[in-house]
């Protein structure tokens, strides 16, 4: 027989080439989470990846700062966390008050409307954190709604909103909340347990450093009882608790779907580093770098788009100055200094620049290497620039902060 | 601060166990698509990782033998890609046509419901392929049904269904096509563009021989027209087309979400692999493999549960014998000689033995060590066997079969 299509033979072995990752994710991946990506595969039934699933349960809680039983990774990136927090605590005709302040708080608005319910929109600046006034006076005017969805870190603006004040409203409203800790995770404090979040869901490529396509989620005890409770049927049969808990409680597990395993081998390794080096470590890590970044951008004359006291360490926004053509110089970062950042999305689309610190990339050399090619190409584009300046500022900075042990080698 | 939740230090780098994979998937990965899952991570909008897509879609259009322009991996396992085509597909209040002969069938009638849509279900016993004549059947006593979804390659029994035939009748009735062909693509021919199937979606864990985790999706462009004329917005996020197909364009690259980059690697290298080999050698060593297997499960007087004719060369399942412990017998199978088979799903747990040759899988070794363990852990359960017939049986196909060359190693 002769096929209709022909194999195309010219197609290499795809090899990427070296890049510093300073953008919004993927941040670059320990060496040692490489590693593991590269095991050879078993089944998602023998009791030797049954007990690897087990002790990532246990990582995820110490990651995640919770003792829910519920806690583990759906088999999609972050999107899919979303989705799943939604599609499972979400009914038709319900209410359900949604924090927008950027990308992500309007990819939750349009979540709550594909369940058929409807979404109460709370509006903040993209840049700025979520106003626990304006929430409590939209939980006052719709005494009804049953549940809150915020971002506590906005990717898109570097914003980060506080949980624990927006958590408690929610609660004295008898609502559950719903909270993307997509950027934050292993970045800056993210405290389910202390918060009292009902659905939190992540992301494996921003602070945990490991391969992107999974979506670290857990929830309280509340959230299922609202899914035990649920009138209509889950929309989704890939995201339906009730399908997915069979296949990841320890006492029944039964065939749900293929488990990603060489991405789990790369979470668990991933989550490891991650208690090796201790939160605490992590979080002043990523506060360090960032420390020095903005001593940096700051003596560029960069400034930040998120108030002081808002900033996320790992998200750092910055306005781009005029007359600077935003795509010409994100493209000389990338040819010429191998140094990906991020570009703005929606109304910020070429008005900033992100830098993202986030895990194995908030490293001394990154925010190094950053600065000097961001002088160099800000120069070679017109801006008067005091060659060395920015990256003295931020040596400076390395040299003053207490210094933290870069992430360990092993446990 | 102290932490509520203590880093669990106690848990070491993962490392599996050697095994032997013959279950219903993963199948053993390549030594070079695991090279490929140990590349560090580039971002998902750099001009490299774009070009690696486009290549990705080529590689998939030859592995589905289609000139579909919207061919393209779905960022999670083949549940996935069965629901966007279904969640794509179906509106609420549709009457489908979904044929069921075994679980993945079954499956699809839960994405129909779970669409508001009604599934007219075309029954067939486990283990026999989709009767022809009870679709067409169905159809004309449904003539407002306009969707048509059947199993290519049941995973749970091993039968495999007359996909032209089921196409052509469709097709003939003014009905689009839904095809699952997980388990099927590159182990036997999966002809899209021959058949004239409208919505394809396969895993990459199967005859790929790649990491769990992506699912490879066509579609037609009628049934893009038919996604584009849609009255409803589809109730997915995640798997809307309309949005997906804004990321994975050539001409406009927006964000969507994050893409699995390292698994994605793995995709590319197993689909040059495929190219490598050449599609029809590839079916022809899943089919001699089968041959020798067959020869020896023969001689251990296991029966096949599919007749000859339906039976997937690169699924093998065989009735337990009266008096076999099922899971005592797998599971040394498994602790004894690292073999891993697969179990009876649903109505045939306890049943049946699932024998997998798919992908890397495939291979001399692997059929000869799996009927040797068979023939001591048959005879340690107290069967009477005669101990290396079954391995002189296979060996005999091995020898007389025209020699397929094994997988490329290099293109």
Not at 119 to 137: F, S
Not at 150 to 169: M, P, R
Not at 195 to 221: I, M
């Amino acid at each position: 027989m002769t096929l209709a299509v022909q194999p195309p033979l010219e197609i290499d072995t795809f090899h990427p080439p070296r890049r510093i990752l300073l953008g919004p994710g993927p941040s670059d991946l320990h060496p040692q989470v490489k590693s593991a990506l590269a095991q050879g595969v078993i089944g998602y039934l023998d009791p030797v990846f049954v007990s690897m699933m087990e002790e990532l349960k246990t990582l995820m809680r110490y990651a995640f700062q919770t003792k829910n039983a519920l806690t583990f990774p759906m088999s999609g990136p972050g999107s899919v966390g979303m989705e799943a927090c939604f599609v499972n605590l979400v009914e038709p005709g319900d209410k359900v008050i949604v924090c927008r302040n950027g990308v992500f708080g309007g990819r939750m608005i349009e979540n709550v409307e594909r369940c058929g319910a409807t979404a109460i929109v709370v509006e903040d600046e993209w840049g700025l954190a979520v106003d626990p006034q304006k929430l409590e006076d939209a939980l006052r005017a719709h005494p009804d709604a049953r549940l809150v969805a915020f971002v506590h870190a906005e990717t898109s603006t570097g914003a980060q909103s506080d949980a624990q004040t927006l958590c408690d409203i929610a609660r004295r409203h008898d609502c559950l909340t719903i909270v993307d800790a997509v950027t934050s995770l292993a970045g800056t404090p993210v405290l389910v347990d202390e918060w009292g979040a009902d659905a939190v869901y992540s992301a494996t490529q921003k602070c945990l450093s490991c391969t992107p396509g999974l979506s670290p989620v857990t929830f309280s005890d509340r959230a299922i009882e609202k899914v035990r409770a649920r009138q209509t049927r889950v929309q989704s049969w890939f995201m339906d608790l009730k399908l997915v808990l069979d296949y990841w409680s320890a006492s029944q597990r039964t065939y749900h779907h293929t488990a990603p395993g060489n991405s789990l081998y790369g979470l668990h390794e991933a989550l490891r580093l991650l208690a090796a080096e201790g939160l605490e470590h992590a979080w002043a890590r990523h506060r360090r770098h960032h420390e020095a970044l903005k001593a940096g951008l700051d003596q560029l004359g960069l400034e930040f788009i998120v108030p002081e006291g808002a900033r996320l360490p790992q998200m750092n926004a910055v306005r781009i100055p005029d007359g600077m053509d935003d795509k010409a110089i994100r493209r000389a970062l990338l040819d010429e200094y191998a140094v990906e950042i991020g570009a703005g999305l929606g109304p910020l689309a070429g008005k900033i620049w992100r830098f993202g610190l986030m895990g194995y990339s908030a490293r001394e050399e990154n925010v190094l290497g950053a600065l000097s090619a961001m002088e160099m190409v800000l120069a070679a584009n017109g801006m008067k620039v005091d060659q060395g300046a920015a990256i003295t500022a931020a040596q400076r900075v390395l040299a003053t902060h207490h210094h933290v042990p870069a992430s360990a080698t092993s446990a």
